[in-house]
Nanobody, 121 residues
């Protein structure tokens, strides 16, 4: 059974930073691309950032200068750090997995349950 479990969400002040983690089990993690998506209130789910199995990274324009995705294959974990948070970063953040390569669309095989990030101004 594949599981993706996010953590690290919560209330953060505008201008601050957040670091989310996603622990994966039940699949050969090192062979999978990992991604982060988010869905704000009244909005569609959108791609934030992704990392290929071979460490290629892709960022949405909205976060590319202030975010970092990384992975630890020994811990089956992917991390997302976002700095200089803005109110529009508030959303439910989802971790996702698909074989090998990142897609900016919704074509991901496995999804986590999401973690809420609230940004106070």
């Amino acid at each position: 059974q594949v599981q993706l479990v996010e953590s690290g969400g919560g209330l953060v002040q505008a201008g601050g930073s957040l670091r989310l983690s996603c622990v994966v089990s039940g699949l050969p993690f090192s062979n999978y691309a990992m991604g982060w998506f988010r869905q704000g209130p009244g909005k569609e789910r959108e791609f934030v950032v992704g990392i290929n199995w071979n460490e290629g990274r892709y960022y949405a324009d909205s976060v590319k200068d202030r975010s970092t995705i990384s992975r630890d294959n020994d811990k089956n974990t992917v991390y997302l750090q976002v700095d200089s948070l803005k109110p529009e970063d508030a959303a439910v953040y989802y971790c996702a997995a698909r074989l090998h390569y990142v897609s900016r669309g919704p074509e991901w095989t496995y999804w986590g349950q999401g973690t809420q990030v609230t940004v106070s101004s």
